[in-house]
C-alpha cells in the first residue's frame, strides 16, 4: 500500500516536471518564432543592401560588389551618351550646309555671258529667260543633267553643267555679293553732300537699287548711280541690303512692237541686247570687250550706218530733241547730274532702257526712270 503511495507520488512529481518543461518549450518556442521573424524581415533589408554570406569561414560581399559595379556601369553609360552627344552635335555644326540668306539651296551660274533658262529639261525646249555670269538661283530639283530652277523673275530649267553648288556655290556667292541700297520713298533726292542743305544733284525713283560706295555713322551713304554719278543718300529713305546677280524673263527683253514701230528700230534694239552682261570699262568702245556708256551707244548705231559724237553730252546735240512722252525703241535718253549730261542710254520700249551702267553691273537693263531723265534725243527719222 506504502509503495503503490510512493510510486503514484513519484509519477505526480515527474509529470508535474514534464508540464513544466512543456511550458518553458512553448515559452522557448514562441521566443524562436519571434526570434525568427524579426530575422527574417531584417535580412529582407539586408538584402536590399547587401547580402553576406559565409563559406568555408570566409566572407563573400558579392552582393554590394554587383551593386558598386553596377553604379559604375551606370554612371559610364551617363557619361558615354554625354560625349556621343556633344560629338553628335558638334559633327552636326560642321557638317551644317552654308548657306546664303534668302536661298536654302543655291546654285551660281558658271557662264561668260548668259545662261539660258528653258520651258523644260531639254536643248530643244524654248528659252524663258536668262541668268547673268554668277547670277544666283533657287535649285528646286535635280533631273539627269539638268535642274529646276527659279532666279529672280524667271523659272524654268538649266544646265547641271553650267551651275555651281555646294561649297563652290557658297564661295563664288561669297566673291561677287554686294551691298545695295534700295529706294523704299517716291522719289529719293540725292545729294552732293551728306546732309540735308546739300545741294539735290539727282532724283531716284522708288524700288531702284543703288550701288553703294561708302556707308558712313551719320545716317547717309554714298552711293554710285551709274558711270559718272555719284552722291549722298540719307538711310532713312532706302533699304541696305547683301544681294546676288538674278535672271530675267525673255518677255522683259521684248521690243514693245506698238504702232508706227519701224522694223529698223526693233533690229537696232535686239542688235543691242546681244551685248548684255558684256563688261562695261571707262573710255572704252568695244562692244565685247568693254565700253562706256557713251561708246555703247556709238558701237550699236555704227553697226547700222549711223555715226555719232563720242561723248554723252556731245550725242545729246546729235539728231532730233523729243518728249520723253513720245519716246520709241531706239531713241537715246540722256541724264544730268544738275550741271551737265553725264550719262546716256537707248530706249528699247516697255518702259526700259538698255545701258552700260558702271563697272560693277556692265551692259544692263533698267527702267528709263531709274534716275530723273534730263531729255531725249531720236536719231532715226522715220
Not at 25 to 36: E, L, Q, R, V
Not at 179 to 201: G, H, K
Not at 355 to 381: H, L, M, T, W
Amino acid at each position: 500500500m506504502n509503495k503503490r503511495t510512493t510510486n503514484i507520488g513519484a509519477a505526480c512529481l515527474v509529470g508535474v516536471v514534464l508540464i513544466g518543461s512543456m511550458v518553458f518549450t512553448i515559452n522557448d518556442n514562441k521566443n524562436d518564432i519571434d526570434s525568427a521573424n524579426a530575422n527574417v524581415l531584417s535580412s529582407e533589408i539586408v538584402k536590399e543592401e547587401t547580402v553576406i554570406e559565409e563559406s568555408d569561414g570566409a566572407i563573400n560581399t558579392s552582393g554590394a560588389e554587383d551593386y558598386n559595379v553596377m553604379l559604375a556601369n551606370e554612371e559610364q553609360a551617363v557619361a558615354e551618351s554625354v560625349e556621343e552627344t556633344t560629338e553628335a552635335a558638334t559633327e552636326a555644326a560642321t557638317e551644317a550646309p552654308k548657306t546664303i540668306p534668302g536661298y536654302t539651296n543655291l546654285g551660281m551660274a558658271n557662264v561668260d555671258g548668259y545662261l539660258n533658262v528653258r520651258e523644260q529639261p531639254t536643248t530643244e525646249s524654248s528659252v524663258v529667260g536668262k541668268i547673268p555670269t554668277n547670277g544666283a538661283c533657287e535649285i528646286i530639283q535635280t533631273l539627269d543633267g539638268w535642274y529646276q530652277i527659279t532666279s529672280g523673275s524667271v523659272s524654268g530649267y538649266v544646265s547641271a553643267e553650267f551651275i555651281l553648288t555646294g561649297d563652290d556655290a557658297y564661295n563664288k556667292a561669297l566673291e561677287v555679293q554686294s551691298e545695295v541700297a534700295i529706294v523704299t520713298c517716291d522719289v529719293l533726292n540725292l545729294r552732293e553732300q551728306p546732309n540735308t542743305e546739300s545741294e539735290v544733284m539727282d532724283q531716284v525713283a522708288t524700288g531702284q537699287e543703288l550701288e553703294i560706295i561708302s556707308k558712313r555713322d551719320d545716317n547717309w551713304v554714298e552711293i554710285k548711280v551709274d558711270d559718272a554719278t555719284t552722291g549722298f543718300a540719307c538711310t532713312d529713305f532706302v533699304e541696305c541690303k547683301v544681294v546676288l546677280p538674278t535672271g530675267f524673263t525673255m518677255q522683259e527683253l521684248e521690243v514693245q512692237v506698238e504702232q508706227g514701230i519701224t522694223q529698223k528700230r526693233v533690229d537696232i534694239c535686239e542688235y543691242a541686247k546681244q551685248f548684255l552682261g558684256n563688261p562695261y570699262v571707262w573710255g572704252g568702245t568695244s562692244l565685247t570687250n568693254g565700253c562706256d556708256c557713251s561708246g555703247f551707244v556709238k558701237g550699236v548705231y555704227e553697226h547700222f550706218g549711223y555715226y555719232l559724237s563720242r561723248t554723252s553730252a556731245a550725242q545729246a546735240n546729235n539728231g532730233t530733241r523729243v518728249s520723253l512722252d513720245e519716246l520709241k525703241p531706239g531713241d537715246l535718253v540722256f541724264y544730268s547730274n544738275g550741271s551737265r549730261i553725264n550719262h546716256v542710254a537707248m530706249y528699247i520700249g516697255n518702259g526700259q532702257i538698255i545701258q552700260a551702267k558702271s563697272e560693277k553691273y556692265g551692259i544692263v537693263i533698267s527702267g528709263f526712270d531709274y534716275r530723273s531723265p534730263y531729255c531725249a534725243v531720236r536719231i532715226i527719222n522715220d
